[in-house]
Every structure is written in C-alpha cells, then in structure tokens.
C-alpha cells in the first residue's frame, strides 16, 4: 500500500535549537518524495524536494531507502518556522500526504 | 494571476443542496488536481487534468461527485445532494508537467 506516516502531530521546540520532522513512506517504486508548509492563513507551498536536494530557509531532508525515511532536519530554529508541515509521496501523477506535523518554536 | 485562485473562499450549504467549486489555475500549466481535506487530516486526491481531459478520477468518494475543465484551464469541482461527510476544505493545484505543484487557498465547505 502506498502511504506516508508522519507520526508527530505536534514538535515544540526553543529558537535555536535542532529541529527533526520525522516522514516515514511505503511505496513499491521508485519514490519521489516532498515536503510542504503551510504558514498561518496562508497557502500550502512546497518547501523542498528530494531529487533537487536543496536547502530552503536552511531546512534539508535526505531520502534514505533502506529505512523508507525522508525526516526533514534544520540545525537552528527560527520562530518564523513555525507552521504546519506535510511530509508528501508522488505516487503516478497525484500526491499522497501525510497527516502532518505542526512545529512551534518558541523564544 | 500569479498563483491558482479558487472561489468562493468559504461556502455553506443545507444537506441536500448541490455546490460548484471554481479553480482558476496558473496560466499555462496543463495538469490540474483536486484535494480534500477533512479537519486534521492531510489533503486527500481526488482526481486530475491533463488540458481538458480527466485522466484520473479515482479519488472521487462517490458518483455525486463530478469534476470538469471543458477548455483546459478552468475547472469546476461539483457535489450534488451533499452530505455532512461532504464538509472539509478542498484544494486545487496545478503544475507545468512534470513539475510541483502549486496550490490555491482552498474552499472550507461546511454542510449543515
């Protein structure tokens, strides 16, 4: 079954410390995997994806196929990334998400 | 517009009544996608466009549910004799092919 498990609903976290957003995924080919934010009264965005692995507002993630994993990791939170955080799988042309994760970092 | 615009915003409907939602995506971008998502839930698919023509509906929960982009770019989301599991906020996306998606501001329909 294709599914992606997120299985934080909440991360609280102090400014300036390690951030880790945990997506674990079960898919039968070749995943191609992202994350997506949604800021208070603001649209969903994609924030990154696996196959460009870049870094965006400093945030990175690595798929790791041996453990169906694409955590999504920032060394120094900030309090502007607090938001909602949807881990999600291409599976043929539509995206499967997971119920996701709100971050709060606080001073 | 800059981004896929989706109207209404909020919409609120009597069990039974038929809806329409509108999703206006971004100029030039062929593929085009629906989303559910229930409160605390992460958004569900429902079906997608290439141009004019449904490629996929298998998301759609049931036949009272029917979407169409007649000319390959707007497209209209439509529910006939809604149900109260009806009520969540639905997404539109669309993308250039290939490509992420890009998503509206969604329309929380709330079924009473």
């Known amino acids: 079954a294709q599914r992606v498990t997120q299985p934080e609903k909440l991360l609280s976290v102090f400014k300036g410390a390690p951030v880790e957003l945990k997506c674990n995924y079960s898919?039968?080919?070749?995943?191609?995997l992202f994350w997506y934010v949604q800021y208070s009264r603001q649209r969903l965005q994609l924030l990154l994806r696996h196959i460009s692995r870049e870094s965006i507002k400093g945030f990175t993630a690595d798929l790791n196929k041996g453990e169906t994993s694409f955590h999504l990791k920032k060394p120094f939170a900030q309090e502007e990334d607090s938001a909602m955080y949807y881990c999600?799988?291409?599976?043929?042309?539509?995206?499967?998400f997971g119920k996701g994760t709100t971050l709060s970092v606080s001073s | 517009g800059a981004g896929v615009s989706q109207s209404p915003r909020y919409k609120v409907a009597k069990r039974g009544q038929d809806v329409a939602l509108r999703c206006d995506p971004i100029s030039g971008h062929v593929s085009l996608f629906w989303y559910q998502q229930a409160l605390g839930q992460g958004p569900e698919f429902l079906t997608y466009f290439q141009n004019e023509a449904q490629l996929d509906k298998s998301g759609l929960p049931s036949d009272r549910f029917f979407a169409e982009r007649p000319e390959g770019s707007v497209s209209t989301l439509k529910i006939q004799r809604t149900q109260q599991e009806d009520s969540a906020v639905y997404l539109c996306?669309?993308?250039?092919?290939?490509?992420?998606?890009?998503f509206g501001d969604g329309t929380r329909l709330s079924i009473l």
């Open positions: 999600a799988l291409l599976a043929g042309t539509a995206l499967i």
């Open positions: 898919y039968s080919g070749s995943p191609e």
């Open positions: 996306a669309s993308s250039l092919a290939g490509q992420p998606q890009h």
